[in-house]
């Protein structure tokens, strides 16, 4: 008897198929989504309403008054670009003559056409002069000519500024960003304080940066030079520092003179002052750090018109003659770091100041 032939059918079960690539990324996608559900819409919430109260408010507020300017003459250094430019657009806007004082020519010239193309201003009511702070001769060819050929000055801005250098030394041997911020301004405001005094009641205005709070000490053998300090941006800090301490000594030295002086903190304001650091920290860290920076300028800072409502709104406003704030940010006095505030460092940094730049 043969034994009954059993058949054996095998059901074919479909191979399981590897993930591709894509689905291998689309599924660590979704994990990761569903783990952090809340957090991601915690935060993009928060983005999205920081950036719609960023552009529907802050970015809208401007200084209301229609002050006029006419018959003043205000000189604005690195006027050509940035909060500069802001304020320089407004001023011309105002009726004032503006003066706006450049390193470099070309570009210059580049802002002279664009402000008279949007403010329709006479040719005579803006004047382009050269005059690089990183280089103590240029600022006394500016004066000297300044002196020669200009009648008044009612308004000094002294707003250009550097965050990072091309270079770390200037050929009048001290540190650029130092030289740039504080020395160049330094030696300019001294240099003109004469027009400004018979032009009274005036002003000079150093626009500042809230960064200074972050000085609490200075090295005074280092302190033009500061091959010492390391920290990111800490020479910036310090430029803004120094020149609070000397708004504060001016300020008082010019009281009874009619020369109103103050210190501005525009904000954080989307400008191209941090923009060369790929030289200053390397290609790894500026791979990393420039897109964060763009996404948090995109949505927190300011355009460069709503930063410099606080600069015109020290130029202009008539209610501040004879003040005696000092420091002032979104249009209102505020308070500087006490460092800042303190005379017996504000005096030997103003001695050393006139030591470094030849006025002793
Ligand atoms: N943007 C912010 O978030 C911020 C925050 C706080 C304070 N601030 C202050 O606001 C001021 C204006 O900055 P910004 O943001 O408008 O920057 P910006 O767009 O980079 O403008 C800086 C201006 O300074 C000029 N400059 C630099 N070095 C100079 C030198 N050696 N001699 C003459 N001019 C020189 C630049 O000339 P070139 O065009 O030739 O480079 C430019 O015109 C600065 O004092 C800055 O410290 C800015």
């Excluded at 802050?58 to 802001?86: A, C, D, H, W």
């Excluded at 702070?133 to 600022?139: A, M, T, V």
């Excluded at 911020?181 to 330094?186: P, Q, R, V």
């Excluded at 800042?340 to 005096?347: G, V, W, Y």
């Amino acid at each position: 008897m043969s034994a009954p032939v059993t058949t054996v059918t095998t059901v074919a079960t479909p191979a399981t198929a590897p993930f591709t690539p894509e689905e291998d990324l689309f599924s660590i996608a979704h994990q990761l989504f569903d783990q952090y559900r809340i957090a991601i819409f915690v935060l993009t919430g928060t983005v999205m309403t920081a950036w719609l109260y960023n552009k529907l408010w802050v970015n809208r507020k401007f200084y209301p008054s229609m002050q006029l300017m006419q018959g003043k003459t205000v000189v604005i250094t690195g006027g050509n670009t940035g909060i500069g430019y802001e304020t320089a657009k407004d001023l011309l806007r105002r009726g004032a003559r503006v003066i706006i004082a450049c390193r470099n020519m070309d570009k210059g010239r580049q802002a002279i056409r664009q402000l008279r193309w949007e403010t329709e201003c006479e040719e005579k009511s803006i004047r382009l002069m050269e005059c690089d702070l990183c280089s103590f001769e240029s600022i006394h060819n500016f004066a000297k000519l300044y002196d020669n050929e200009e009648e008044r000055l009612d308004v000094l801005i002294c707003n250009a500024g550097l965050a990072w250098p091309q270079y770390v030394v200037t050929k009048d041997g001290f540190n650029s960003i130092i030289q740039a911020n504080y020395l160049g301004h330094f030696l300019l405001t001294n240099l003109l304080l004469d027009k400004l005094k018979k032009s009274r009641p005036s002003r000079i205005i150093n626009v500042s940066s809230g960064a200074h709070k972050r000085v609490q000490s200075i090295d005074w053998f280092d302190v033009f030079t500061q091959f010492k300090n390391f920290h990111l941006l800490g020479v910036y800090a310090s430029s803004k520092a120094f020149q609070i301490l000397s708004t504060y000594k001016l300020k008082q030295d010019l009281l009874a003179e009619g020369v109103d002086v103050f210190s501005v903190n525009p904000g954080w304001v989307r400008t191209s002052i941090q923009s060369p650091m790929r030289e200053a920290i390397g290609i790894y860290r500026f791979i990393i750090i420039y897109p964060m920076l763009r996404l948090l300028k995109a949505t927190f800072a300011k355009t460069p018109k709503a930063g410099a409502r606080t600069i015109i709104y020290c130029a202009v406003e008539p209610s501040l003659e004879h003040s005696s704030d000092l420091y002032f940010k979104n249009c209102a006095p505020a308070r500087t770091s006490s460092f800042c505030a303190d005379n017996k460092t504000a005096d030997h940094l103003w001695e050393l100041s006139a030591k470094a730049v030849g006025l002793k």
